[in-house]
């Protein structure tokens, strides 16, 4: 069975005798990766991706709230 290579940088299939990828220029300095190592690092990629998403939602929805907090006492406070 051939083995399949891919540049942890940007994806591309890469050949085996490749020391630097083609199209990012990230020097290869693993080995070829099995199907579930792609799979596990895509995974992980993916949920680094979605947490930062999520942080930046939070940053909003903080600053959002803030300002709502601000409206509500100046109502309170009869200057609304």
């Given amino acids: 069975?051939?083995?399949v290579r891919f540049c942890r940088q940007c994806g591309e299939l890469l050949e085996e005798q490749w020391i630097h990828c083609p199209w990012c220029g990230k020097e290869l300095l693993y080995?070829?990766?099995s199907w579930e190592a792609i799979v596990d690092d895509s995974l992980d990629c993916a949920e680094h991706e979605n947490l930062k998403g999520c942080m930046g939602q939070l940053d909003d929805i903080s600053g959002r709230l803030d300002a709502l907090e601000l409206e509500l006492d100046a109502f309170l406070a009869g200057k609304i």
């Fill in 1 to 3: 069975m051939e083995r």
């Fill in 31 to 33: 080995g070829t990766l």
